[in-house]
């Protein structure tokens, strides 16, 4: 179904601060279902790739380095109008402006160690899904 699916990435941060458990129920209570699920490290080169749109951006170099400092959380999530309502969910990309209750405003270290990532578009959503989930690591 259009517009029904996103991706999100518990970030070394949050994963670190050991809340994954706390982070994968707001995003149940939110009402998604977690249809693909996985704890992996990424390498330099697959970092770069992912975060590619930003690559001229001044916070790159320290975004890769960031994300390839320890494990993270990929998942798969389902829910109708998903783009936007995991944005809702996980709010501003500064925490500090991030509103009450969301999981960035509970989570986030910072701007840049902000707990989550969540899909920008429907298009970008299939990209980053296909970038780490096989069709048989999908349910
Ligand atoms: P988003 O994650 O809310 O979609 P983007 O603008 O796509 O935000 O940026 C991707 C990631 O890059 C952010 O989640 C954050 O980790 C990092 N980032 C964005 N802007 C800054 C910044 O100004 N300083 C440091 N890190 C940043
Ligand atoms: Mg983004």
């Given at each position: 179904m259009s517009g029904s699916l996103t991706f999100t990435i518990i970030k070394p941060d949050a994963v670190k601060s050991g809340y994954i458990g706390e982070i994968l129920s707001c995003i149940n209570k939110g009402?998604?279902?977690?249809s693909g699920l996985k704890l992996l490290q990424l390498t330099l080169a697959e970092a770069e790739a992912f975060y590619g749109v930003h690559?001229?951006?001044?916070?790159f170099s320290g975004l890769v380095s960031f994300m390839t400092s320890g494990p993270i959380v990929v998942a798969v999530l389902e829910k109708e109008n998903a783009i936007n309502d995991f944005r809702a969910l996980i709010g501003s990309t500064n925490p500090e402006e991030a509103a009450e209750g969301t999981i960035r405003k509970q989570f986030a270290k910072s701007m840049q160690q902000n707990a989550v990532h969540g899909s920008d578009s429907d298009e970008n959503a299939a990209i980053e899904v296909a970038f780490f989930f096989a069709t048989s690591e999908r349910f």
């Open positions: 009402g998604f279902k977690i690559r001229e951006r001044p916070f």
